[in-house]
């Protein structure tokens, strides 16, 4: 008997083969035999018993099982489906067949096979399994919590050159490796090759995490890496975690898409969301179709344009205010599917058995009868986060980061659920859906701004799930009682996001209009909270990040108007000095480096931006591009070769252009002031 923590699953002909992490922390090996399944239903004119006909003749085929499930889009027409017990070796003989000859419609091919396969065998990838003869058993629930975690071994490989990592994957454009572990790194020489694989193997690493597919290729023409890889059979993440995920909230993912980390890494979200969904489906017997078989309704352009808009968003008036409390909804838009049972299939069901929700302004009617596919899932992820961050409040010190890690592994989930729900190929995506949920959204909105108003607030902005409200200095406390007034009337649950000592919302070009998404505020239990700014771009080459970093610093210290007005003095000379700088030379070389994501084919770009333009002159490219600034900017790969002074200083005067803004307007106020007080005075 095996026991241990699933560390990797993949398939071969008829086995999943798998590591497992051992109670003492060796990797082992073990096979576990499988069948696959097809779903299938009869087209084209065929009847069931021709379908059984053809595949009883069929090669591989062990099993014929006739089942009743549930069909799409509506999920409440049953048909009789043939389950088809098969040889994994010859299922994609089978299938080819099966869809050149025509006669069957194929269901539930997504998932992977592998997910399919682990889920078949009753576990979950990234779980702790039990392995006895030809059975395998989860030694944990499925939704625990407080699952079992092995104490991992990572091993990062990082590869720099004189700016950092280059664009491609070369040995003419590194000079050092960096190994990289929990609260342990070295540098090593590209000519000490040996040195590298001599601590793999001392380190016996369970899992070695590159920084992309080139990084690994490369160091594979290493002689004694395969080898090295190989004895200590550890697992190859071909890329780090994307997002804000770490490693613990990658293996949330894992388990709850039953992904291996090997493929996760390498995932979408909405894979990651579709995996759920499609597990609760058939857990249902909900069929799940390979393609999306949704149709948005017709529309007259007048229901259209009412129908498709987003949340509410209005235009603050610019200027700098003090004392704001910013209030959010906690998870508001996959709260509203879940509590209002917003799924494709309950949307204008024309056949609903109960009560329907009629949705303002759009015309869409909810059915409540039954519950729906997504509101179910969501609502279980809405519920699993909230039991996580109520864990992260009441766990020993060591055991908040596994639980703070799978929350924000579980939010970027639910960001991801209501936009998918949108999304053309989504197969559990509905226009009208998702035209629902904005639609409540922007009904909760103006009743919390209602509510505030009528309890003397000031609402200064209102942004989609967030308010901005002016409060008095000495009734702090009449916050939360505005928070419990809107949670009892509106049903959703708030939160204080932010307290500012003081907040500046922007102007457009013109000078006259806010803009909603450009705001910046000091919070009042320190430090800068900046959004929709050139100065927090995470793009801006580090001579200009750490620039606008001291800048903002010096302004987390003013609490008062005076001491903002000195620091906005401040920060701006120190721009001054950084820009005289770049004119003087005297700014280190990889303090200039920029990187940029290239997000779509090269040729699908209209603009030849400069990160296009360096993209194009790289024979291949990866989805991040690392460049210079110059008359023509060059990729770091090609070694430095000067900068363009204009370019890097125009940058950095339009980082600094909101800090001007905002003296400006500290200098337009005292004048109004003074001038008041003179009026007064004669």
């Known amino acids: 008997m095996l026991e241990g923590w699933l560390l990797d699953a993949e398939l071969t002909r008829v086995l999943v083969s798998m590591k497992l992490i051992s109670d003492s922390s060796e990797i082992i090996k073990a096979e576990i035999p499988w069948s696959e399944r097809l779903y299938l239903t009869p087209k084209n004119g065929f009847c069931l018993e021709e ?8 090669n591989g085929v062990k099993r ?23 040889k994994p070796s010859e299922s994609k003989k089978i299938l080819k067949h099966l869809k050149e000859s025509g006669v069957a419609e194929i269901w539930n091919l997504f998932p992977s096979r592998i997910q399919r396969a682990l889920k078949s065998l009753g576990i979950t990838a990234s779980s702790y399994i039990c392995i006895e003869k030809s059975a395998v058993k989860l030694l944990e629930g499925p939704d625990s919590l407080e699952y079992s975690l092995p104490e991992l071994r990572p091993l990062w490989l990082r590869f720099e050159g004189w700016a950092g990592r280059p664009n491609k994957p070369s040995w003419h454009a590194i000079d050092r490796i960096v190994l990289e572990s929990d609260g342990w790194s070295r540098v090593i020489p590209v000519s000490r090759m040996e040195e590298v694989i001599d601590l793999l193997v001392d380190l016996s690493p369970h899992l070695l995490i590159f920084e992309g597919k080139g990084w690994r290729r490369l160091m594979e023409e290493v002689p004694g890496f395969k080898a090295a890889v190989d004895a200590t059979k550890l697992v190859v993440l071909d890329k780090p975690p994307p997002l804000d995920v770490d490693l613990l909230g990658l293996i949330e993912w894992s388990r709850l898409s039953a992904i291996p980390l090997r493929i996760a890494v390498s995932t979408s979200i909405g894979k990651v969301l579709t995996s759920i969904e499609a597990f609760k489906a058939l857990e249902w017997r909900y069929l799940v179709p390979e393609v999306r078989v949704t149709i948005e309704g017709w529309k007259s ?8 808009r987003g949340g509410v968003v209005l235009t603050p008036r610019p200027g700098i205010y003090w004392n704001v409390v ?7 838009f996959p709260s509203i599917m879940a509590k209002n049972n917003i799924s494709p299939e309950t949307v204008n069901d024309p056949d609903c058995p109960g009560p329907k929700l009629e949705v303002p302004e759009v015309g869409h009617t909810i059915c409540l009868g039954r519950r729906g596919l997504v509101a179910e899932v969501v609502g279980k992820l809405v519920e699993r986060r909230a ?16 639980y703070d890690s799978a929350q924000k592994a579980i939010k970027w989930i639910l960001v991801a659920c209501f936009g998918y729900l949108g999304y053309r190929n989504a197969r559990f995506g509905s226009i009208e ?20 108003e009528r309890m003397g607030f000031k609402v200064l902005h209102a942004l989609v799930d967030s308010l901005f409200v002016q409060v008095s200095s000495k009734d702090r406390e009449s916050v939360q ?5 809107m949670e009892k009337e509106t049903g959703y649950d708030l939160k204080v996001e932010a307290d500012y000592t003081w907040i500046t919302f922007f102007s457009d070009v013109s000078g006259i209009s806010g803009v909603p998404s450009r705001y910046l505020g000091r ?12 100065l927090c771009r995470k793009d801006a080459p580090p001579l200009i990040k750490r620039t606008m970093e001291k800048c903002l610093s010096m302004l987390s210290q003013a609490t008062s108007e005076a001491e903002l007005k000195e620091a906005l003095i401040k920060a701006l000379r120190l721009v001054k000095k950084r820009e005289a700088e770049l004119y003087s030379g005297l700014v280190e070389e990889n303090e200039l480096v920029i990187e940029r994501r290239i997000s779509k084919p090269l040729e699908k770009y209209c603009k030849r931006v400069s990160h296009v333009l360096v993209a194009m002159r790289l024979a291949s490219v990866s989805e991040m591009v690392r460049y210079i600034e110059s008359q023509i900017p060059y990729p770091v790969d090609f070694g430095f070769m000067g900068y363009s002074v204009d370019k890097y200083a125009s940058w950095l005067r339009r980082a600094a252009e909101p800090l001007r803004q905002m003296l400006n307007t500290v200098f337009h106020e005292n004048r109004e002031l003074h001038n008041q007080s003179k009026l007064m005075a004669e």
């Open 301 to 308: 352009p007048s229901e259209l344009l009412r129908a498709d």
């Open 326 to 332: 910013q209030i959010d909804f906690n998870s508001l």
């Open 64 to 86: 014929l099982n006739v089942e009743r499930w549930y069909l799409p889009p509506r999920y409440k027409k049953e048909a009789s489906v043939l389950v088809a017990e098969v």
């Open 481 to 485: 009682k505005l928070i419990r007034t």
């Open 387 to 402: 039991q996580l961050k109520a864990l992260t409040r009441s766990a020993s010190p060591d055991e908040i980061g596994r």
């Open 433 to 452: 859906a998702y035209e629902c949920v904005t639609a409540l959204a922007r009904d909760i909105m103006f009743k919390s701004i209602r509510i505030a």
């Open 51 to 58: 379908l059984v006909n053809i595949l009883d003749q069929a």
């Open 523 to 534: 919070l009042r239990e320190g430090g800068i909270k900046a959004k929709g700014l050139e």
